[in-house]
Structures are given as structure tokens and as C-alpha cells.
């Protein structure tokens, strides 16, 4: 496909999902932020967003986001790490990650702060800027089912509700951390009206002892209208935006 057809093809896009948030936010207060989860996609294709105005994108895993990263530095997009990460991905994620959707568990919170201590440290050597606080969401498990999980679900992660406050509390101390929200994903099979509002309750509740962390990231393609009637403040949207992605990868 040529540059200008898929360039028409995700303006197209995009403007079908910018309507269908305005269609859902009517009435809301604040209509929420739009990120953009290119996972699968090349960076061409992130940089064709950045022409039609996208700021904020998603990615799911380290190599491919370092790499994309890389090739769009300067642009000023802001990168949202979406994904399971793993602790010897932290040193690598700190590097491009403005946000991190995805922390789920104690040993994370220690190995990103040891992370951002070396990537300041580097920074100050390299006669760079410090870099700013890396903002956390607590991903939250909301399957409410207490039946063993189904190979391939439980690989959705998340923390459980009653973890969400040690976690917040963990890294609100953490130097160069900071609680910014929650996130989760719809859990298979519930429905999503009913997952986004216990989402909203526990928002609600960590904002009574951390008033700083007020995102609210749920929704994707298919249930981006239930998340913006829970009150999510980010959508993470992928395949409505860019198209149906690879079965494998
Ligand atoms: C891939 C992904 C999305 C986007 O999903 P779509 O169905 O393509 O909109 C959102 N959130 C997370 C955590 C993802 O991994």
C-alpha cells in the first residue's frame, strides 16, 4: 500500500474512533485521552499517526518499543508501555516509557526504581537532562471468577483489588516513581460495563490516599463506549485505529 492510501486509511480510522468517543463522552465532564496501541505495526505507521495529530501511543513489548522509539525520537510522542514486563526489562523500558500501564507486583516497583536511578545516573554522565518521574498504573486483575484460570487468560496479569494500596504506597516511596492510576482490561467473557465500574470504585478509593492518581486507563476497540461511561480517562485503542493485527508474530 502506498504512503497516502494508508495514510487516508487511518485518518479514516481514527476519525470513525474519535467519533465514537465524542458520541460516548456526551455529557461527560472531560472526554478521555486517545492512546494509540501500535503493537504489531511499523514505525512508518506511528509516524503517519503523528501527522494526524496522535501524541500518545502503546506498546506491548520492550524490543519492538525501544526499536520504534528510537526511530521517532524528537518527535514528542509520548510513549505508553501497555505490557507484561518483566524485571530485567525494566533498565531498558525507563529509557523511552513516559508512562507504564502495567505494574502488577512488588519486585517490579524495586527493580524500576533501580532502574531509574541508573538511567539518571547515565543521563548526568551523558551531560543529559534528568528525566522525569516515571508515571505508574496499578494493572488490575478484575476477574471475579474464582475458578483456576484458562490457559492464556491468566497471561493477562494484573494485581488483585486488595493488592492495589501496598502497591500504591510502594511507589509513591519509590525515588524517581510515581502512582499515576489504574488500568485494566475487560476480563473474557464479563461484561465490561460491570468491570469498568468496580474499576471506577477503586479509583475512587486509591485517589482518597493518593490524589495524584487519578488515570483511569480501560477500554479498547470493542468496549471503548463501556470504559468512557465508567469514566476511564484513557482509551488504549489498536486495531480499530491501524487493523486487524497478525494472527502470530
Ligand atoms: C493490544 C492491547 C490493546 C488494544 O487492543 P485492540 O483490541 O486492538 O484495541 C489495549 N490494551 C492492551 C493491554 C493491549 O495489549
Not at 465532564?29 to 486517545?34: H, I, Q, T, V
Request: proline share 5%; with cysteine.
Amino acid at each position: 500500500m502506498s504512503t497516502n492510501s494508508r495514510k487516508a486509511e487511518l485518518l479514516a480510522n481514527l476519525e470513525r474512533v474519535r467519533e465514537r468517543i465524542a458520541r460516548a463522552a456526551a455529557g461527560r465532564p472531560a472526554e478521555p485521552e486517545l492512546i494509540v496501541v501500535t503493537k504489531f505495526f511499523p514505525a512508518s505507521d506511528v509516524a503517519l499517526l503523528h501527522d494526524l495529530g496522535v501524541r500518545d501511543v502503546g506498546e506491548n513489548r520492550d524490543q519492538e518499543a525501544a526499536a520504534k522509539a528510537a526511530e521517532l525520537a524528537g518527535r514528542g510522542l509520548r510513549w505508553h508501555f501497555i505490557g507484561q514486563l518483566q524485571t530485567n526489562k525494566a533498565k531498558s523500558v525507563v529509557q523511552y516509557a513516559d508512562l507504564l500501564h502495567s505494574v502488577d507486583r512488588p519486585q517490579l516497583i524495586q527493580a524500576l526504581r533501580k532502574a531509574m536511578a541508573a538511567e539518571q545516573q547515565r543521563r548526568q554522565a551523558a551531560g543529559l537532562e534528568p528525566r522525569a518521574d516515571l508515571g505508574c498504573l496499578i494493572q488490575v486483575d478484575l476477574d471475579e471468577s474464582d475458578l483456576p484460570k484458562a490457559a492464556g487468560t491468566a497471561a493477562r496479569g494484573g494485581a488483585r483489588p486488595g493488592e492495589i494500596r501496598a502497591l500504591a504506597d510502594a511507589l509513591q516511596e519509590a525515588e524517581g516513581l510515581a502512582p499515576a492510576g489504574l488500568m485494566a482490561v475487560a476480563p473474557l467473557g464479563a461484561d465490561p460495563a460491570r468491570a469498568f465500574g468496580r474499576l471506577a470504585e477503586l479509583s475512587h478509593r486509591l485517589k482518597e490516599e493518593h490524589p495524584g492518581a487519578g488515570m483511569v486507563s480501560a477500554g479498547m476497540s470493542q468496549d471503548l463506549e463501556a470504559a468512557v461511561a465508567a469514566g476511564a480517562t484513557h482509551l488504549r485503542v489498536g486495531s480499530d485505529v491501524l487493523g486487524p493485527r497478525p494472527a502470530v508474530r
